[in-house]
């Protein structure tokens, strides 16, 4: 009895060990440590500027550094960045995904909550060896800046002081920042001291142009800036002496602390401080913010410029020919390149580093660029191709960092071309892959039936969905047996058991998509039927390649947004109920453009986005391409379709957009019930439509309807998964370690 009595003893024993370590392990923020110099008394240091360098503190000596980052969104699918979603379970796993791919730095533009900080310094616990830094933003008071125009106004220079001394107090572990309602802040206990694995500090957003000006213009006489550790050279412009004043008071903060690290300011090609003769748009070449104009007094660690630099926008990257005149490592007049290297050449006697580049993998197009590098239209593999390249040229360049937009897709985000069609305060709901800036991500967030549902012609993915997740619709067709359709987050999905194979070059399929009331009862792909319901879109596969999704043009938002600018020939009948006309889907990357906006006239430009490819969207198999939305193999077609191809303005709340006349760049949304799907098959030799019984019209109000239940938030789900440009990038981070002395 003793011993069975001591036994229990020594196993509660241990129990009690485990639990008090494991209560240490949580509760107890461990030590973040790092080597660093001691470069004055109580002050440590473990990067720094030197000349056109940024150093590293390692092995007792100073080594140049070269950032390869990545930065890193706030939020993921089902949320808005305010609401600081990202768990700690989702930061473990990123940081170590990160690191694999060769990153050794992540940049972040806010507070973050504290589990970030908490996170990264348990992470970095346990790769001492190998430490993932972090550099971290601080947000200005950007709304507000841009409304006031002036950001000399006493409540705004108050408001960005107190963040950005939140901002260090919160990375060093000492704030307690006070939940405020609806301000998307960050908020909480902040106790992990994560300082030791800073790299450097960005303070600031993209500066608008407009409120530039019109601070300098308000304040000529602003007296130069004289601060403790920051000041301002002779010629500051009055916004420049404003921004050293914001930079030294991030230096007098973090001081406090026993620690310097560099710091810039955030910038991009918009207020630069070179000039863009063949920009065609004014405010593009307006001002400059100039880091040059800004220099460290007392700041051992010195300050370094950064950059968001795309390769796509402004448009002089496209138009201007004094920016056309380098070659790249392919023998590629680039214009990219050309600009690489006159910033810097302009900023030879500082550090800089390109803090944003990239382009998205996405369905959707906003800007063209030179060398195919558009704002969008890309499969992964070519993103990756296209990020790795330009990483290789900030690389060679001499820059002292590349960091990469962006880690996570980030679904809440709006493109200045698709905003008119979507409800903004629903966007996170739902992945709209023609609003390419959702799509940034080398980590892919997938809707629900990602891997569920392949586009690869094989049914047996469909066998294993559940009834609830499928419904087969019966529309009485000649020539299709079976039609079975579901949907998730981001498609609807369609999967056609044919009478026989199909073959494009013999016959086109067709899949019309009614909506609403209105819409086309006829058109030449119905070869003479009619229907007493209209479509308002409709979907063409009649080539091996590719399908076209295509819009009833009295229903057309690109026509009804900008009627004969996009379509010179466009006249009254294309606007009429049952015009029988289907036009492209297409989007505007240029609008038209004139004085005094304008130096020079710019034309409008659009481009097509309803082209479907057809391919195999299983990221398993070598022929995977991320844009197939159709395969047929034998009898079997399956076909996924976007949302916004459908007139969809939220899948979520079932509502699309509707045919109301309004603003001509504005629409309103209408709730409905569901979608009806015609299909009709017609032989291209014979012209014979297969498909429709009876004598017309063909009762397409009688047909059933898909119809599916609205979600929230709380219902959004989503696959995560690295793109193939993970792996693109990863071979080309792990390529690159020093930087290239210039």
């Known amino acids: 009895m003793r011993k069975m009595f001591k036994s229990r003893l020594a196993k509660l024993g241990l129990a009690m060990v485990i639990a008090v370590g494991a209560a240490v392990y949580w509760f107890w923020p ?144 000492n704030a307690t920042i006070q939940s405020e309602a609806h301000s998307g802040k960050a908020s909480g206990k902040y106790v992990f001291n994560a300082g030791p694995y800073l790299m450097g500090w960005i303070v600031g957003t993209e500066w608008d142009p407009v409120m530039v000006r019109e601070t300098n213009k308000k304040h000529p006489d602003a007296a130069d800036y004289k601060g403790a550790y920051f000041q301002s050279k002779p010629g500051a412009n009055p916004f420049e002496k404003w921004v050293a004043e914001m930079v030294d008071r991030t230096a007098k903060t973090e001081a406090k602390h026993g620690w310097q690290h560099p710091i810039a300011f955030s910038n991009w090609v918009t207020t630069d401080p070179i000039e863009h003769p063949g920009e065609p748009l004014v405010a593009e070449d307006m001002v ?43 023998g590629q007049i680039d214009s990219y390149q050309t600009y690489l290297h006159k910033l810097k050449e302009y900023h030879r006697d500082i550090p800089i580093m390109i803090t944003e580049f990239g382009v998205p993998a996405s369905q959707g197009i906003a800007h063209m660029g030179m060398l195919g590098r558009n704002q969008g239209g890309h499969d992964e593999k070519e993103q990756g191709e296209m990020d790795a390249d330009m990483f290789r040229q900030i690389h060679e360049e001499g820059y002292s960092g590349a960091i990469l937009f962006t880690w996570q897709d980030e679904w809440f985000k709006k493109t200045w071309n698709t905003l008119n069609y979507d409800i903004p305060d629903r966007r996170a709901y739902w992945y709209n892959t023609l609003t390419n800036e959702s799509f940034f991500g080398v980590l892919g967030m997938f809707p629900s039936k990602d891997e569920k549902l392949r586009i690869d012609g ?88 590719k399908g076209k999704m295509m819009i009833a043009s009295n229903y057309d938002f690109h026509t009804r947004a900008f009627g004969k600018t996009a379509d010179p020939a466009l006249d009254s009948k294309q606007l009429q109920d049952d015009s029988g006309i289907f036009k492209p889907w297409k989007l505007v990357v240029n609008y038209l453009l004139e004085r005094p906006d304008s130096r020079v006239s710019h034309p409008f ?80 030799d014979t012209k014979e439509v297969i498909g429709f019984d009876g004598n017309p019209p063909y009762p397409v109000s009688k047909l059933p309807l898909y119809t599916w239940k609205s979600w929230k938030d709380t219902d959004v789900q989503y696959v995560e998964r690295p793109k193939q440009s993970y792996y693109i990038m990863q071979k080309a981070m792990h390529e690159v370690d020093q930087p290239v002395k210039k």
Do not use: C
């Open 30 to 173: 461990p030590t973040a440590s790092v080597e660093s110099a001691e470069i004055r008394k109580g002050i440590q240091v473990k990067f720094k500027a030197n000349g056109s360098q940024i150093e590293e503190y390692s092995n007792q000596s100073w080594k140049p550094y070269f950032a390869k980052g990545v930065n890193m969104g706030a939020t993921i699918p089902g949320h808005f960045p305010g609401e600081l979603a990202i768990s700690t379970d989702d930061y473990e796993r990123w940081f170590e995904m990160i690191q694999q791919m060769g990153a050794n730095v992540i940049r972040v533009y806010t507070i973050l909550k504290p589990e970030f900080y908490e996170t990264l310094v348990r992470y970095n616990a346990k790769h001492q060896d190998h430490p993932l830094f972090f550099i971290q933003g601080v947000w200005s008071p950007e709304e507000e800046l841009i409304a006031g125009k002036d950001a000399f106004d006493p409540k705004l220079k108050e408001k960005f002081a107190k963040e950005i001394e939140d901002a260090v107090e919160a990375v060093y572990g």
């Open 458 to 545: 094989d049914t047996s993915d469909w066998d294993k969905l559940g009834t609830d997740e499928k419904a087969k619709i019966d529309t009485n067709s000649k020539g299709l047996n079976e039609l079975w359709v579901s949907h998730d987050e981001g498609y609807l999905y369609l999967m056609a058991k044919l009478s026989e194979p199909f073959d494009p070059s013999k016959q086109a399929i067709y899949f019309g998509m009614d909506t609403l009331q209105g819409g086309n009862r006829h058109a030449p792909q119905l070869q003479g039927k009619t229907l007493d319901e209209g479509l308002e879109t409709l979907l063409e596969l009649s080539d091996e390649q």
């Open 605 to 684: 430009k659009d481009v097509e986005v309803g082209d479907l490819l057809r391919g195999n969207n299983d990221p398993s198999q070598p022929d995977y391409n991320s844009k197939a939305m159709w395969q047929a193999k034998g009898n079997i077609l399956e076909v996924r379709i976007p949302w916004m191809l459908l007139g969809f303005s939220d899948p979520s709340s079932l509502r699309v957009i509707n045919y109301e006349k309004t603003d001509r760049r504005q629409f309103k949304t209408t709730p409905v019930e569901g979608i009806r799907i015609v299909p009709w098959i017609v032989k291209k």
């Open 288 to 330: 400059s913010v100039d880091p040059t104009h800004i220099e460290p007094v007392n700041w051992d660690a010195g300050y370094f410029a950064s950059y968001h630099v795309y390769p796509y926008y402004p448009d002089f990257f496209t138009y201007d020919k004094s920016f056309q005149t380098m070659k790249n490592k392919k």
